[in-house]
Protein backbone atom coordinates (compact mmCIF):
# COMPACT_ATOMS: atom_id res chain seq x y z
CA UNK A 1 0.00 0.00 0.00
CA UNK A 2 2.79 1.91 0.53
CA UNK A 3 4.52 1.71 -2.93
CA UNK A 4 0.88 2.53 -4.26
CA UNK A 5 0.68 5.83 -2.60
CA UNK A 6 4.04 7.17 -3.36
CA UNK A 7 3.71 6.21 -7.00
CA UNK A 8 0.94 8.62 -6.38
CA UNK A 9 2.53 11.14 -5.01
CA UNK A 10 4.94 10.76 -7.37
CA UNK A 11 2.61 11.33 -10.41
CA UNK A 12 1.22 14.60 -8.28
CA UNK A 13 4.82 15.66 -7.71
CA UNK A 14 5.91 14.99 -11.32
CA UNK A 15 2.15 16.43 -12.78
CA UNK A 16 3.19 19.91 -10.57
CA UNK A 17 6.37 20.01 -12.12
CA UNK A 18 6.39 18.77 -15.59
CA UNK A 19 2.93 20.61 -17.02
CA UNK A 20 4.21 24.36 -15.74
CA UNK A 21 7.73 23.64 -17.79
CA UNK A 22 5.50 22.69 -21.05
CA UNK A 23 2.97 25.68 -20.71
CA UNK A 24 6.83 27.76 -20.65
CA UNK A 25 8.62 25.74 -22.97
CA UNK A 26 6.55 26.38 -26.21
CA UNK A 27 7.85 29.84 -27.81
CA UNK A 28 4.32 31.32 -28.57
CA UNK A 29 3.84 28.36 -31.16
CA UNK A 30 6.70 29.58 -33.47
CA UNK A 31 8.35 26.22 -33.87
CA UNK A 32 4.68 25.14 -35.44
CA UNK A 33 5.39 27.15 -38.57
CA UNK A 34 8.65 25.59 -39.41
CA UNK A 35 8.58 21.86 -37.83
CA UNK A 36 5.90 20.30 -40.55
CA UNK A 37 3.74 17.60 -39.69
CA UNK A 38 5.39 14.55 -41.40
CA UNK A 39 8.56 16.36 -42.93
CA UNK A 40 11.82 14.45 -42.87
CA UNK A 41 14.31 16.88 -42.07
CA UNK A 42 14.25 21.08 -41.37
CA UNK A 43 16.64 22.84 -44.61
CA UNK A 44 19.13 25.22 -42.43
CA UNK A 45 21.03 27.77 -43.87
CA UNK A 46 23.88 28.10 -42.23
CA UNK A 47 26.13 31.57 -42.56
CA UNK A 48 30.05 31.40 -41.60
CA UNK A 49 30.56 33.04 -37.93
CA UNK A 50 31.08 36.56 -38.66
CA UNK A 51 34.34 38.28 -36.54
CA UNK A 52 33.19 41.31 -34.74
CA UNK A 53 36.56 42.02 -32.91
CA UNK A 54 39.65 40.91 -30.63
CA UNK A 55 40.49 37.73 -32.76
CA UNK A 56 41.96 36.25 -35.56
CA UNK A 57 39.06 34.50 -36.65
CA UNK A 58 40.66 30.62 -34.92
CA UNK A 59 38.15 31.37 -32.55
CA UNK A 60 34.99 31.88 -34.69
CA UNK A 61 36.00 29.54 -37.05
CA UNK A 62 36.06 26.43 -34.20
CA UNK A 63 32.44 27.68 -32.87
CA UNK A 64 31.96 27.38 -36.44
CA UNK A 65 32.92 23.44 -36.60
CA UNK A 66 31.29 22.84 -33.64
CA UNK A 67 28.05 23.91 -34.37
CA UNK A 68 28.21 22.84 -37.65
CA UNK A 69 29.12 19.59 -36.64
CA UNK A 70 26.46 19.27 -33.57
CA UNK A 71 23.97 20.35 -36.03
CA UNK A 72 24.49 17.50 -37.99
CA UNK A 73 24.32 15.38 -34.97
CA UNK A 74 20.87 14.80 -34.69
CA UNK A 75 19.09 13.63 -37.86
CA UNK A 76 17.02 17.09 -37.95
CA UNK A 77 18.72 18.92 -39.85
CA UNK A 78 20.02 19.44 -44.02
CA UNK A 79 21.75 22.22 -43.43
CA UNK A 80 23.07 24.16 -46.42
CA UNK A 81 26.11 26.55 -46.97
CA UNK A 82 23.91 29.61 -48.49
CA UNK A 83 25.34 32.35 -51.08
CA UNK A 84 26.62 35.45 -49.90
CA UNK A 85 23.86 37.41 -51.45
CA UNK A 86 21.05 36.13 -49.04
CA UNK A 87 22.17 39.03 -47.19
CA UNK A 88 23.12 42.50 -47.89
CA UNK A 89 22.91 45.96 -46.18
CA UNK A 90 18.97 46.44 -46.45
CA UNK A 91 18.27 43.09 -44.45
CA UNK A 92 18.17 39.40 -45.02
CA UNK A 93 17.20 38.06 -48.85
CA UNK A 94 14.23 35.86 -47.81
CA UNK A 95 13.35 35.32 -51.56
CA UNK A 96 16.21 34.60 -52.12
CA UNK A 97 16.68 31.68 -49.58
CA UNK A 98 13.18 30.28 -50.48
CA UNK A 99 14.42 29.55 -53.69
CA UNK A 100 17.13 27.39 -52.24
CA UNK A 101 14.28 25.39 -50.29
CA UNK A 102 15.59 26.66 -46.91
CA UNK A 103 13.61 27.11 -44.10
CA UNK A 104 15.48 28.36 -41.56
CA UNK A 105 18.63 30.94 -41.51
CA UNK A 106 21.56 30.65 -39.32
CA UNK A 107 23.95 33.47 -39.07
CA UNK A 108 25.84 34.87 -36.26
CA UNK A 109 28.95 37.08 -35.12
CA UNK A 110 32.26 35.99 -32.65
CA UNK A 111 33.77 38.55 -29.88
CA UNK A 112 36.70 37.72 -27.96
CA UNK A 113 38.29 39.63 -25.27
CA UNK A 114 40.62 38.45 -23.07
CA UNK A 115 40.00 34.71 -23.60
CA UNK A 116 36.20 35.46 -23.14
CA UNK A 117 34.10 34.78 -25.61
CA UNK A 118 30.78 36.14 -26.37
CA UNK A 119 28.84 34.51 -29.52
CA UNK A 120 25.62 36.32 -30.81
CA UNK A 121 23.32 34.47 -32.56
CA UNK A 122 20.30 35.15 -35.13
CA UNK A 123 17.62 32.61 -36.36
CA UNK A 124 15.20 34.08 -39.14
CA UNK A 125 12.04 31.60 -39.95
CA UNK A 126 12.39 31.78 -43.72
CA UNK A 127 8.55 31.12 -44.27
CA UNK A 128 7.51 33.96 -42.47
CA UNK A 129 10.42 36.52 -42.83
CA UNK A 130 11.01 37.26 -39.65
CA UNK A 131 13.59 36.53 -36.49
CA UNK A 132 12.55 33.65 -34.61
CA UNK A 133 15.37 34.33 -32.09
CA UNK A 134 18.34 36.37 -30.95
CA UNK A 135 20.04 35.57 -27.46
CA UNK A 136 24.05 36.22 -26.47
CA UNK A 137 26.26 33.56 -25.08
CA UNK A 138 29.61 33.27 -23.38
CA UNK A 139 32.03 31.29 -22.31
CA UNK A 140 36.21 31.15 -21.92
CA UNK A 141 38.32 30.63 -25.54
CA UNK A 142 39.81 27.47 -23.75
CA UNK A 143 35.99 26.27 -23.76
CA UNK A 144 34.56 26.67 -26.62
CA UNK A 145 31.80 23.46 -27.08
CA UNK A 146 29.71 23.78 -23.84
CA UNK A 147 29.20 27.54 -25.69
CA UNK A 148 28.40 26.14 -29.35
CA UNK A 149 26.12 23.16 -28.02
CA UNK A 150 24.21 26.23 -25.89
CA UNK A 151 23.25 27.39 -28.83
CA UNK A 152 22.37 24.19 -30.69
CA UNK A 153 20.30 23.42 -27.53
CA UNK A 154 18.35 26.23 -27.62
CA UNK A 155 17.94 26.06 -31.65
CA UNK A 156 16.72 22.33 -31.43
CA UNK A 157 14.09 23.58 -28.79
CA UNK A 158 12.95 26.37 -30.74
CA UNK A 159 12.11 24.74 -33.82
CA UNK A 160 10.83 21.42 -31.90
CA UNK A 161 9.51 22.68 -29.23
CA UNK A 162 11.34 19.68 -27.32
CA UNK A 163 14.56 19.68 -25.42
CA UNK A 164 17.80 18.03 -27.16
CA UNK A 165 20.61 15.56 -26.52
CA UNK A 166 23.03 18.18 -26.31
CA UNK A 167 24.87 18.24 -23.02
CA UNK A 168 23.75 14.35 -22.77
CA UNK A 169 26.00 11.71 -21.62
CA UNK A 170 26.22 8.20 -23.07
CA UNK A 171 27.32 5.48 -20.86
CA UNK A 172 28.05 2.09 -22.97
CA UNK A 173 30.83 -0.86 -22.04
CA UNK A 174 34.23 -1.19 -23.93
CA UNK A 175 37.20 -4.59 -24.12
CA UNK A 176 39.41 -1.76 -24.78
CA UNK A 177 41.94 -3.14 -21.58
CA UNK A 178 41.45 -6.26 -21.67
CA UNK A 179 38.38 -6.28 -19.18
CA UNK A 180 34.90 -5.23 -19.72
CA UNK A 181 34.61 -1.59 -18.15
CA UNK A 182 32.36 0.77 -18.23
CA UNK A 183 32.71 4.50 -20.30
CA UNK A 184 31.14 7.67 -20.71
CA UNK A 185 31.15 10.61 -23.79
CA UNK A 186 29.55 13.31 -24.70
CA UNK A 187 26.29 13.11 -27.14
CA UNK A 188 28.43 13.07 -30.07
CA UNK A 189 31.11 10.90 -28.96
CA UNK A 190 33.68 13.18 -27.81
CA UNK A 191 35.26 13.18 -24.52
CA UNK A 192 35.70 9.11 -23.45
CA UNK A 193 36.53 8.86 -20.03
CA UNK A 194 36.78 5.44 -18.61
CA UNK A 195 34.87 4.81 -15.02
CA UNK A 196 35.52 1.65 -13.72
CA UNK A 197 38.73 -0.22 -13.07
CA UNK A 198 37.62 -3.79 -11.74
CA UNK A 199 39.34 -5.64 -14.02
CA UNK A 200 36.71 -8.00 -13.79
CA UNK A 201 33.66 -7.88 -15.75
CA UNK A 202 31.35 -4.93 -16.20
CA UNK A 203 27.98 -4.79 -17.43
CA UNK A 204 24.77 -3.19 -18.47
CA UNK A 205 25.31 0.30 -17.17
CA UNK A 206 22.55 3.13 -16.74
CA UNK A 207 23.07 6.54 -15.59
CA UNK A 208 20.30 8.08 -13.31
CA UNK A 209 17.87 10.41 -14.80
CA UNK A 210 19.40 13.21 -13.02
CA UNK A 211 23.02 11.92 -13.49
CA UNK A 212 24.21 12.00 -10.24
CA UNK A 213 24.40 8.04 -10.26
CA UNK A 214 25.41 4.99 -12.24
CA UNK A 215 24.35 1.57 -12.28
CA UNK A 216 25.88 -1.63 -13.46
CA UNK A 217 26.51 -5.21 -13.04
CA UNK A 218 29.83 -6.05 -11.76
CA UNK A 219 31.85 -9.91 -11.62
CA UNK A 220 34.30 -8.11 -9.18
CA UNK A 221 32.81 -11.11 -6.09
CA UNK A 222 33.03 -13.42 -8.79
CA UNK A 223 29.38 -13.44 -9.84
CA UNK A 224 27.05 -10.76 -11.15
CA UNK A 225 25.98 -8.44 -8.78
CA UNK A 226 24.37 -4.19 -8.52
CA UNK A 227 26.84 -1.52 -8.40
CA UNK A 228 25.50 1.92 -7.83
CA UNK A 229 28.51 4.48 -8.69
CA UNK A 230 27.97 8.22 -7.62
CA UNK A 231 28.93 9.62 -10.19
CA UNK A 232 30.35 12.98 -8.24
CA UNK A 233 32.58 11.11 -5.94
CA UNK A 234 33.07 8.17 -8.10
CA UNK A 235 32.41 6.29 -4.43
CA UNK A 236 30.75 2.73 -5.60
CA UNK A 237 28.22 0.75 -3.66
CA UNK A 238 27.34 -3.19 -4.08
CA UNK A 239 23.87 -4.02 -3.83
CA UNK A 240 24.23 -7.83 -2.09
CA UNK A 241 21.80 -10.59 -2.35
CA UNK A 242 22.64 -14.39 -3.30
CA UNK A 243 21.95 -15.26 -6.31
CA UNK A 244 22.79 -13.23 -9.21
CA UNK A 245 21.70 -9.54 -10.55
CA UNK A 246 21.27 -8.48 -13.85
CA UNK A 247 20.49 -5.27 -16.26
CA UNK A 248 19.41 -2.26 -14.05
CA UNK A 249 17.51 0.50 -15.44
CA UNK A 250 16.33 3.64 -13.10
CA UNK A 251 12.58 4.30 -12.96
CA UNK A 252 13.39 7.71 -11.78
CA UNK A 253 16.42 9.41 -9.70
CA UNK A 254 15.54 7.76 -6.61
CA UNK A 255 14.30 4.16 -7.76
CA UNK A 256 16.13 1.14 -9.98
CA UNK A 257 14.85 -2.04 -11.10
CA UNK A 258 17.17 -4.83 -11.92
CA UNK A 259 16.68 -8.29 -11.85
CA UNK A 260 17.31 -10.54 -8.74
CA UNK A 261 17.35 -14.48 -8.42
CA UNK A 262 17.93 -14.91 -4.57
CA UNK A 263 14.03 -16.15 -4.23
CA UNK A 264 14.61 -19.00 -6.87
CA UNK A 265 13.75 -17.37 -9.81
CA UNK A 266 14.49 -14.49 -11.62
CA UNK A 267 12.66 -11.83 -11.32
CA UNK A 268 12.61 -8.15 -11.44
CA UNK A 269 12.71 -5.37 -7.97
CA UNK A 270 12.54 -2.21 -7.14
CA UNK A 271 14.99 -0.93 -5.32
CA UNK A 272 16.47 2.76 -3.70
CA UNK A 273 19.38 4.52 -5.49
CA UNK A 274 21.61 3.30 -1.95
CA UNK A 275 20.70 0.00 -2.95
CA UNK A 276 17.99 -1.27 -0.32
CA UNK A 277 15.79 -3.72 -1.87
CA UNK A 278 11.86 -1.85 -1.84
CA UNK A 279 9.42 -4.02 -3.68
CA UNK A 280 9.30 -7.05 -6.03
CA UNK A 281 7.45 -6.51 -9.36
CA UNK A 282 7.17 -9.80 -11.69
CA UNK A 283 5.47 -12.91 -10.39
CA UNK A 284 6.05 -15.33 -13.29
CA UNK A 285 7.53 -18.85 -14.04
CA UNK A 286 10.80 -18.41 -15.96
CA UNK A 287 12.94 -15.35 -16.89
CA UNK A 288 12.01 -11.52 -16.42
CA UNK A 289 14.46 -9.36 -17.78
CA UNK A 290 15.87 -5.65 -19.04
CA UNK A 291 12.76 -3.65 -17.39
CA UNK A 292 12.33 -0.06 -19.06
CA UNK A 293 10.12 2.59 -17.33
CA UNK A 294 7.31 5.14 -19.25
CA UNK A 295 7.93 8.53 -18.66
CA UNK A 296 5.93 8.98 -15.74
CA UNK A 297 7.51 5.92 -14.27
CA UNK A 298 3.43 3.58 -13.83
CA UNK A 299 4.58 1.27 -16.77
CA UNK A 300 7.64 -1.06 -17.01
CA UNK A 301 8.51 -2.96 -20.06
CA UNK A 302 10.43 -5.99 -19.85
CA UNK A 303 11.11 -9.37 -21.35
CA UNK A 304 9.92 -12.16 -19.87
CA UNK A 305 10.10 -16.13 -20.76
CA UNK A 306 6.92 -16.87 -19.23
CA UNK A 307 5.80 -18.31 -22.24
CA UNK A 308 8.91 -20.17 -23.59
CA UNK A 309 10.97 -18.00 -25.23
CA UNK A 310 12.02 -14.31 -24.86
CA UNK A 311 9.17 -11.60 -25.34
CA UNK A 312 8.78 -8.49 -24.08
CA UNK A 313 5.56 -7.26 -21.91
CA UNK A 314 4.29 -4.70 -20.25
CA UNK A 315 3.66 -4.14 -17.11
CA UNK A 316 0.94 -1.63 -15.10
CA UNK A 317 2.71 -0.95 -12.24
CA UNK A 318 -0.41 0.12 -10.06
CA UNK A 319 -2.37 -3.02 -11.15
CA UNK A 320 0.03 -5.43 -11.98
CA UNK A 321 -1.30 -6.78 -15.12
CA UNK A 322 1.04 -7.74 -17.51
CA UNK A 323 0.05 -7.74 -21.31
CA UNK A 324 2.33 -9.51 -24.49
CA UNK A 325 3.79 -6.34 -26.35
CA UNK A 326 5.68 -8.19 -29.45
CA UNK A 327 4.48 -11.24 -31.42
CA UNK A 328 7.09 -10.90 -34.64
CA UNK A 329 9.89 -13.35 -33.98
CA UNK A 330 11.12 -15.70 -31.03
CA UNK A 331 13.28 -14.03 -29.68
CA UNK A 332 12.49 -10.25 -28.87
CA UNK A 333 14.62 -8.42 -26.17
CA UNK A 334 16.39 -5.44 -25.02
CA UNK A 335 13.28 -2.91 -24.67
CA UNK A 336 14.33 1.08 -24.16
CA UNK A 337 11.38 2.82 -23.85
CA UNK A 338 11.50 6.12 -25.87
CA UNK A 339 11.17 9.55 -23.78
CA UNK A 340 8.51 11.06 -25.61
CA UNK A 341 6.74 7.79 -24.22
CA UNK A 342 4.50 6.25 -27.00
CA UNK A 343 7.34 3.85 -28.71
CA UNK A 344 9.49 0.83 -27.56
CA UNK A 345 12.66 0.44 -29.34
CA UNK A 346 14.17 -3.53 -29.04
CA UNK A 347 16.21 -5.66 -30.55
CA UNK A 348 14.76 -9.35 -32.83
CA UNK A 349 16.56 -12.20 -33.74
CA UNK A 350 15.44 -13.05 -37.33
CA UNK A 351 14.43 -15.90 -38.80
CA UNK A 352 18.00 -15.68 -40.87
CA UNK A 353 19.81 -15.47 -37.28
CA UNK A 354 20.18 -11.85 -37.67
CA UNK A 355 19.90 -9.32 -34.72
CA UNK A 356 17.79 -5.98 -35.65
CA UNK A 357 16.38 -3.21 -34.30
CA UNK A 358 12.60 -2.63 -34.31
CA UNK A 359 10.12 -0.05 -33.21
CA UNK A 360 6.99 -0.55 -31.69
CA UNK A 361 3.95 1.36 -30.40
CA UNK A 362 3.51 1.10 -26.95
CA UNK A 363 -0.03 -0.24 -27.79
CA UNK A 364 1.49 -3.04 -30.23
CA UNK A 365 1.10 -1.23 -33.66
CA UNK A 366 3.28 0.60 -36.18
CA UNK A 367 6.44 -2.12 -35.93
CA UNK A 368 8.86 -0.73 -37.62
CA UNK A 369 12.39 -1.98 -38.74
CA UNK A 370 14.96 -0.14 -38.29
CA UNK A 371 18.45 -2.28 -39.16
CA UNK A 372 18.80 -4.56 -41.90
CA UNK A 373 21.11 -6.43 -43.45
CA UNK A 374 24.35 -4.56 -41.94
CA UNK A 375 26.04 -7.48 -39.11
CA UNK A 376 24.09 -8.23 -35.86
CA UNK A 377 22.76 -4.75 -34.57
CA UNK A 378 21.42 -4.89 -30.81
CA UNK A 379 21.05 -2.50 -27.38
CA UNK A 380 19.15 0.48 -28.73
CA UNK A 381 19.08 3.60 -26.51
CA UNK A 382 16.82 6.51 -27.05
CA UNK A 383 18.49 9.80 -26.79
CA UNK A 384 16.78 12.16 -24.21
CA UNK A 385 14.72 14.15 -27.01
CA UNK A 386 13.67 10.64 -28.55
CA UNK A 387 15.12 11.97 -31.94
CA UNK A 388 17.98 9.05 -32.00
CA UNK A 389 18.54 6.08 -30.90
CA UNK A 390 22.83 4.64 -29.99
CA UNK A 391 23.12 1.01 -30.87
CA UNK A 392 25.54 -1.56 -30.85
CA UNK A 393 27.20 -3.33 -34.28
CA UNK A 394 29.51 -5.26 -35.74
CA UNK A 395 28.41 -4.48 -39.19
CA UNK A 396 32.35 -3.49 -39.31
CA UNK A 397 33.50 -6.44 -38.06
CA UNK A 398 33.83 -5.64 -34.80
CA UNK A 399 31.22 -4.42 -32.07
CA UNK A 400 30.63 -0.67 -31.73
CA UNK A 401 28.61 1.89 -31.37
CA UNK A 402 26.24 3.68 -34.06
CA UNK A 403 23.46 6.46 -33.27
CA UNK A 404 20.47 6.73 -35.98
CA UNK A 405 17.60 9.06 -36.57
CA UNK A 406 14.37 7.54 -34.70
CA UNK A 407 13.26 5.72 -37.56
CA UNK A 408 16.31 4.28 -39.02
CA UNK A 409 18.10 7.09 -41.00
CA UNK A 410 21.53 8.27 -40.98
CA UNK A 411 23.38 5.03 -39.36
CA UNK A 412 26.50 6.48 -38.40
CA UNK A 413 29.47 5.19 -35.92
CA UNK A 414 29.30 7.32 -32.41
CA UNK A 415 33.28 7.01 -31.83
CA UNK A 416 36.46 5.58 -33.16
CA UNK A 417 37.51 3.45 -30.00
CA UNK A 418 40.52 0.37 -29.95
CA UNK A 419 38.69 -2.91 -28.35
CA UNK A 420 35.02 -3.44 -29.00
CA UNK A 421 32.03 -0.85 -27.72
CA UNK A 422 28.47 -2.65 -26.42
CA UNK A 423 25.75 -2.00 -24.24
CA UNK A 424 25.07 1.93 -24.79
CA UNK A 425 22.70 3.84 -22.56
CA UNK A 426 21.82 7.24 -23.52
CA UNK A 427 21.06 9.45 -20.30
CA UNK A 428 17.78 10.77 -19.60
CA UNK A 429 16.22 14.14 -18.72
CA UNK A 430 13.29 12.67 -16.04
CA UNK A 431 13.06 13.75 -12.84
CA UNK B 1 -2.26 -11.09 -6.01
CA UNK B 2 -2.72 -14.06 -3.25
CA UNK B 3 -3.35 -16.64 -6.34
CA UNK B 4 0.33 -15.24 -7.72
CA UNK B 5 1.88 -15.47 -4.75
CA UNK B 6 0.95 -19.21 -4.25
CA UNK B 7 1.74 -20.21 -8.19
CA UNK B 8 5.55 -18.96 -6.99
CA UNK B 9 5.68 -20.75 -4.29
CA UNK B 10 5.73 -24.06 -6.56
CA UNK B 11 8.19 -21.72 -9.18
CA UNK B 12 11.61 -23.42 -8.26
CA UNK B 13 10.48 -26.82 -7.98
CA UNK B 14 9.46 -25.97 -12.43
CA UNK B 15 13.35 -24.19 -12.84
CA UNK B 16 14.23 -27.66 -14.65
CA UNK B 17 11.22 -28.24 -16.59
CA UNK B 18 12.75 -25.33 -18.97
CA UNK B 19 11.25 -23.25 -21.73
CA UNK B 20 12.06 -23.66 -24.82
CA UNK B 21 10.77 -25.16 -28.03
CA UNK B 22 13.94 -27.48 -28.25
CA UNK B 23 12.68 -29.20 -25.42
CA UNK B 24 11.12 -31.86 -27.74
CA UNK B 25 14.56 -33.13 -28.55
CA UNK B 26 14.90 -33.72 -24.58
CA UNK B 27 13.12 -35.88 -22.57
CA UNK B 28 13.91 -34.60 -19.02
CA UNK B 29 11.40 -31.68 -20.22
CA UNK B 30 8.56 -32.29 -17.34
CA UNK B 31 10.80 -34.84 -14.21
CA UNK B 32 10.23 -33.15 -12.13
CA UNK B 33 6.90 -33.02 -9.46
CA UNK B 34 7.19 -31.85 -5.84
CA UNK B 35 7.51 -35.75 -4.51
CA UNK B 36 10.39 -36.54 -5.92
CA UNK B 37 12.49 -33.64 -4.24
CA UNK B 38 11.38 -34.91 -0.66
CA UNK B 39 13.61 -37.65 -0.12
CA UNK B 40 16.89 -36.47 -1.73
CA UNK B 41 17.90 -34.52 1.01
CA UNK B 42 20.51 -37.38 2.62
CA UNK B 43 24.01 -35.82 2.19
CA UNK B 44 26.35 -39.13 1.29
CA UNK B 45 24.98 -41.68 -1.47
CA UNK B 46 26.01 -44.26 -3.35
CA UNK B 47 25.85 -43.89 -6.92
CA UNK B 48 22.05 -43.62 -7.53
CA UNK B 49 20.08 -44.17 -10.90
CA UNK B 50 17.96 -41.21 -12.22
CA UNK B 51 14.83 -41.10 -10.27
CA UNK B 52 11.45 -42.95 -11.66
CA UNK B 53 9.90 -39.78 -13.01
CA UNK B 54 12.77 -39.06 -15.65
CA UNK B 55 11.98 -40.70 -18.82
CA UNK B 56 13.54 -44.60 -18.94
CA UNK B 57 15.56 -43.16 -21.58
CA UNK B 58 17.99 -42.27 -19.33
CA UNK B 59 18.86 -44.99 -17.94
CA UNK B 60 20.34 -46.37 -21.02
CA UNK B 61 24.22 -47.44 -20.44
CA UNK B 62 26.81 -44.74 -20.00
CA UNK B 63 27.17 -41.89 -22.84
CA UNK B 64 29.43 -43.68 -25.66
CA UNK B 65 29.27 -41.20 -28.56
CA UNK B 66 28.07 -43.44 -31.36
CA UNK B 67 24.94 -44.01 -29.18
CA UNK B 68 23.46 -40.41 -27.86
CA UNK B 69 23.92 -38.98 -31.49
CA UNK B 70 20.12 -39.00 -31.65
CA UNK B 71 19.65 -36.91 -28.28
CA UNK B 72 21.08 -34.01 -28.93
CA UNK B 73 23.04 -33.52 -32.27
CA UNK B 74 24.82 -30.19 -31.77
CA UNK B 75 27.04 -31.57 -29.23
CA UNK B 76 30.65 -31.39 -29.50
CA UNK B 77 31.42 -35.01 -30.17
CA UNK B 78 34.62 -35.06 -30.95
CA UNK B 79 36.23 -33.12 -28.41
CA UNK B 80 33.56 -35.56 -25.93
CA UNK B 81 35.74 -38.28 -27.30
CA UNK B 82 38.69 -36.48 -26.42
CA UNK B 83 37.58 -35.82 -22.58
CA UNK B 84 36.30 -39.81 -22.59
CA UNK B 85 39.94 -41.02 -23.77
CA UNK B 86 42.06 -38.88 -21.60
CA UNK B 87 39.83 -39.53 -18.29
CA UNK B 88 36.76 -40.81 -18.69
CA UNK B 89 35.01 -37.15 -18.11
CA UNK B 90 35.38 -33.63 -19.55
CA UNK B 91 34.46 -32.96 -22.65
CA UNK B 92 37.56 -30.50 -23.92
CA UNK B 93 41.04 -28.86 -23.06
CA UNK B 94 38.91 -26.33 -20.97
CA UNK B 95 37.74 -28.90 -18.29
CA UNK B 96 40.08 -30.09 -15.88
CA UNK B 97 38.32 -31.29 -13.20
CA UNK B 98 37.17 -35.19 -12.76
CA UNK B 99 33.58 -34.32 -13.23
CA UNK B 100 31.99 -33.76 -16.67
CA UNK B 101 29.80 -30.55 -18.09
CA UNK B 102 26.92 -30.86 -19.77
CA UNK B 103 25.60 -29.34 -22.84
CA UNK B 104 22.53 -27.77 -23.67
CA UNK B 105 20.33 -26.91 -26.76
CA UNK B 106 20.34 -22.80 -28.23
CA UNK B 107 18.19 -21.20 -25.62
CA UNK B 108 17.18 -24.06 -23.59
CA UNK B 109 18.24 -24.56 -19.86
CA UNK B 110 16.69 -28.28 -20.01
CA UNK B 111 18.35 -31.73 -19.09
CA UNK B 112 18.80 -34.02 -22.27
CA UNK B 113 19.48 -37.66 -21.42
CA UNK B 114 22.83 -37.56 -22.09
CA UNK B 115 23.20 -34.48 -20.04
CA UNK B 116 21.46 -36.38 -17.26
CA UNK B 117 23.54 -39.46 -17.78
CA UNK B 118 26.56 -37.04 -17.47
CA UNK B 119 25.10 -35.52 -14.13
CA UNK B 120 24.46 -38.88 -12.42
CA UNK B 121 28.30 -39.85 -12.99
CA UNK B 122 28.54 -36.17 -11.12
CA UNK B 123 26.60 -36.92 -8.30
CA UNK B 124 28.16 -40.11 -7.60
CA UNK B 125 31.67 -39.22 -7.64
CA UNK B 126 30.31 -36.35 -5.20
CA UNK B 127 29.21 -39.15 -3.08
CA UNK B 128 32.65 -41.59 -3.29
CA UNK B 129 34.20 -37.86 -2.35
CA UNK B 130 32.14 -36.48 0.42
CA UNK B 131 35.19 -33.44 1.27
CA UNK B 132 34.22 -32.30 -2.60
CA UNK B 133 32.23 -29.60 -3.21
CA UNK B 134 31.75 -27.57 -7.20
CA UNK B 135 30.84 -24.36 -8.16
CA UNK B 136 28.18 -24.69 -11.36
CA UNK B 137 29.13 -22.34 -13.93
CA UNK B 138 26.29 -21.61 -16.26
CA UNK B 139 27.77 -20.21 -19.72
CA UNK B 140 25.85 -19.43 -23.09
CA UNK B 141 26.77 -18.82 -26.97
CA UNK B 142 27.41 -16.03 -28.23
CA UNK B 143 23.78 -15.69 -30.01
CA UNK B 144 21.31 -14.28 -28.06
CA UNK B 145 21.86 -10.81 -26.19
CA UNK B 146 24.16 -11.15 -23.42
CA UNK B 147 21.39 -9.57 -20.32
CA UNK B 148 19.32 -12.58 -21.60
CA UNK B 149 22.33 -14.91 -21.84
CA UNK B 150 22.95 -14.29 -18.03
CA UNK B 151 19.39 -15.52 -17.07
CA UNK B 152 19.78 -18.58 -19.32
CA UNK B 153 23.33 -19.13 -17.85
CA UNK B 154 21.81 -19.05 -14.39
CA UNK B 155 19.10 -21.17 -15.88
CA UNK B 156 21.63 -24.09 -16.44
CA UNK B 157 23.66 -24.20 -13.58
CA UNK B 158 20.39 -23.85 -11.93
CA UNK B 159 19.06 -27.15 -13.87
CA UNK B 160 22.37 -29.17 -13.17
CA UNK B 161 22.66 -28.13 -9.42
CA UNK B 162 18.55 -29.56 -8.86
CA UNK B 163 18.91 -32.56 -10.40
CA UNK B 164 22.22 -33.66 -8.92
CA UNK B 165 20.18 -32.14 -5.39
CA UNK B 166 17.47 -34.60 -6.35
CA UNK B 167 20.07 -37.49 -6.90
CA UNK B 168 21.48 -36.78 -3.13
CA UNK B 169 24.34 -34.21 -3.17
CA UNK B 170 23.83 -31.49 -0.44
CA UNK B 171 23.00 -28.43 -1.73
CA UNK B 172 25.39 -26.00 0.18
CA UNK B 173 27.97 -28.69 -2.05
CA UNK B 174 26.68 -27.01 -5.28
CA UNK B 175 27.33 -23.39 -5.87
CA UNK B 176 26.19 -22.16 -9.29
CA UNK B 177 26.54 -18.92 -10.77
CA UNK B 178 26.02 -17.59 -14.35
CA UNK B 179 28.71 -16.30 -16.73
CA UNK B 180 26.14 -15.80 -20.07
CA UNK B 181 28.23 -15.32 -22.67
CA UNK B 182 31.37 -13.71 -20.93
CA UNK B 183 33.53 -16.45 -20.92
CA UNK B 184 33.54 -18.68 -24.21
CA UNK B 185 35.06 -21.87 -23.91
CA UNK B 186 35.70 -21.67 -27.50
CA UNK B 187 35.41 -17.96 -29.31
CA UNK B 188 34.65 -19.18 -33.13
CA UNK B 189 31.52 -18.55 -34.66
CA UNK B 190 31.25 -22.83 -36.18
CA UNK B 191 28.32 -24.46 -34.92
CA UNK B 192 30.46 -26.90 -33.10
CA UNK B 193 32.00 -24.13 -30.99
CA UNK B 194 28.79 -22.27 -30.11
CA UNK B 195 27.25 -25.96 -29.14
CA UNK B 196 31.31 -26.14 -26.82
CA UNK B 197 30.04 -22.78 -25.40
CA UNK B 198 26.43 -23.76 -24.18
CA UNK B 199 27.08 -25.80 -20.78
CA UNK B 200 27.16 -26.10 -16.98
CA UNK B 201 30.79 -26.16 -16.47
CA UNK B 202 31.72 -27.78 -13.19
CA UNK B 203 34.88 -26.73 -11.33
CA UNK B 204 35.76 -28.89 -8.46
CA UNK B 205 36.91 -26.83 -4.74
Known sequence: MQFYRNVISTIFALCLFVIPLHLVAAPEGEYIIISKKGSENITLALNKLDVQRGDDGKVAHSLDLIIRDALAFPALFTILAPQVTVQDNSGINYSALGSINAEVYVRGTVTTIAGNVTLDMKVYSIGAAKLLFSKTYSGKETQLRPVGHAFCADLVEHLTGRRSAFGSKIVFVSNKTGFKEIYQCDFDGKDVEQLTSSRSISLTPALSPDGKNLAYTDYSTGRPALYIRNQLDGKTVMASKSGISIDPAWRNSRELATTLSFEGDQEIYLLKSDGALYRRLTRSNGIDLSPTFSPDGNKMAFVSGRNGQPQIFIQDLLSGEARRLTFNGDYNTQPSWSPSGDKIAYTTCENSGEFNIFTVGTDGAGLRQLTAQAGQNESPSWSPDGEMIVFTSNRDGKKRLYTMGATGRNQLALLQMSGEQMQAFWSLFRK | ?205
Not at chain 2, 1 to 17: S, T
Not at chain 2, 133 to 153: F, P, V
Not at chain 2, 164 to 190: C, H, I, N, Q, Y
Request: one cysteine or more; hydrophobic letters at 35%.
Open chain 2, 1 to 205: MKKKINGFLILPLLVIAGCSSDAALSTSGSTVTPASLAPAASPSVKPVPPPPPAAPVAVTPPALPSVSSAASPTTPSSSEQNGLSQSGYGFDQWQTGPVGDVFFEFDSSVLSSKAQEQLAKNAAWFGRNTSKSARIEGHCDSRGTSEYNIALGERRSTSAKEYMVRLGVASPRLETVSFGEERPFDSGKSNEAMAKNRRAHFVVK
